[in-house]
């Protein structure tokens, strides 16, 4: 069983960074593609990128392709999202979430593990 658990959100000024974190825990076949989801008050849950191991870099949405990134770190299991230059519109509780399929997927039905989310808020 696949298990994560999200960290490193809060309330941050526009123009601030941040950089969240996800322990994953159990199989590694279960989780060929992470992904990072987020999800503002009254909105649908939207793809922020992911990274899976077949590709050789990210995938990400175009509203934070030049500011945000993803990188998976194997040795200590972990997932991580650096976002700088934040905005008022990156704020959302931000999910991350292991798929089985091998290439990124931006649908988040086929993300089959997710974590319980960390909210980050970015307010003047």
């Known amino acids: 069983q696949v298990q994560l658990v999200e960290s490193g959100g809060g309330l941050v000024q526009p123009g601030d960074s941040l950089t969240l974190s996800c322990k994953v825990s159990g199989p590694t076949t279960q989780t060929n593609v992470m992904g990072w989801f987020r999800q503002a008050p009254g909105q649908q849950r939207e793809f922020v990128g992911a990274v899976s191991r077949a590709e050789s870099s990210p995938t990400y949405r175009p509203s934070v392709k030049d500011r945000f990134t993803i990188s998976r770190d194997s040795a200590d299991d972990t997932l991580y999202l650096r976002m700088n230059n934040l905005k008022p519109e990156d704020t959302a509780v931000y999910y991350c979430?292991?798929?089985?399929?091998?290439?990124?997927?931006?649908?988040?039905?086929?993300?089959?593990?997710w974590g319980p989310g960390t909210q980050v808020t970015v307010s003047s």
């Open positions: 979430a292991a798929a089985l399929v091998t290439l990124v997927t931006r649908n988040p039905s086929l993300y089959r593990y």
